[in-house]
């Protein structure tokens, strides 16, 4: 009687004793929180600020142009520029128009050298008179030489000078174009520092964007957990959105850090608090529900 009796109190203990063990098992391997890859824009021209259209929580697109510094200065000095260009181009000479009679006295001096020759070799004219015509040929042939090294010289120092207008106007267009404020990505717009109207100056910070369509959770994982895991590898992702509910996602385990670190008081995982853990991020595809700083867990298996 007394044998059945304690196999009759036993057995509820027993039931509660693997209840007990069941509720504690859990469906997630590491737990962590949700982040975002932040992009801050800053200024890279000085001015007024005469257009932003930028609002803290929107939705922008890469490349949309969302504010434009004043460039009036620029493209006067642009204009400056292209003037000073024109002058440098109507001062260049025209070689073959400058030596043209140059180049024709000397042809008519080897005319008058060549008659010469041949009335010297026939003993119709003294030998004086072609080496006057001989010595004018070389005369006029060393004024076109010097003629034509002046003019090169002055082509080519003006060459230079065109070219050094031509990278101000590259410069000044690489400006102009800086004054236009464009999204680096895709993403919503977490905090803006200026407004429209301000004067901003180069390196000022604008706004600060999120990629919040390709999101990550950044999660720890002990010793143990890192021959389970690897680079690449299909997990499961949970988003916790508290009082049990949560929402799963696909995720890639997109980086795992290679030194170690204590266990932020933030993060609770199987160990002790102290344990050395590894950080490591997973990616997923957000749908719109999953915010940054939201808590989620990371299931391997």
């Known amino acids: 009687m007394k044998q059945k009796f304690f196999s009759f109190l036993l057995f509820p203990i027993f039931t509660l004793f693997l209840l007990s063990c069941s509720s504690s098992d859990k469906e997630y391997d590491a737990t962590g929180v949700f982040e975002a890859t932040e992009t801050t824009v800053f200024a890279e021209q000085t001015g007024t600020l ?20 004043d460039t009036t200065q620029i493209w006067l000095k642009i204009q400056q520029a292209n003037a000073t260009k024109t002058v440098y181009q109507s001062q260049k000479p025209d070689m073959e128009k400058q030596i043209a009679a140059k180049r024709q006295q000397l042809a008519k001096a080897r005319q008058d050298q060549q008659r010469y ?26 004024q076109l030489d010097a003629q034509i090294s002046a003019l090169s010289t002055q082509i080519s ?11 101000q106007v590259d410069q000044l267009y690489d400006q102009l174009r800086k004054c236009h404020i464009s999204m680096p990505i895709a993403g919503t717009v977490l905090e803006k520092y200026v407004e429209q109207g301000e004067l901003v ?21 002990t010793s143990a957990q890192l021959q389970s895991i690897k680079l690449g590898q299909q997990v499961k992702v949970f988003a916790d959105y508290g009082d049990g509910q949560r929402k799963e996602y696909e995720g890639t385990i997109s980086w795992i850090s290679s030194r170690s670190e204590f266990t932020p008081k933030t993060i609770l995982t199987d160990d002790e608090r102290a344990d050395l853990v590894y950080s490591m991020k997973v990616a997923i595809r957000n749908d719109g529900y999953v915010k940054m700083g939201m808590y989620g867990e990371v299931a391997f298996k």
Request: no cysteine; glycine share 6%; net charge negative.
């Open 201 to 221: 100056t180069m390196g000022k910070p604008l706004f600060t964007v999120a990629d919040t369509e390709n999101m990550y959770i950044r999660a720890y994982v």
């Open 117 to 142: 020759q041949e009335l010297v070799a026939d003993g119709a004219a003294p030998s004086k008179m072609l080496d006057d015509v001989t010595n004018q040929v070389a005369v006029l042939q060393k």
């Open 50 to 69: 005469i257009i932003f259209d930028v609002n803290e929580g929107d939705a922008l697109t890469k490349g949309l142009e969302v504010g434009l510094i």
């Open 157 to 167: 120092t003006l060459n230079s000078q065109l070219s050094t207008v031509d990278v």
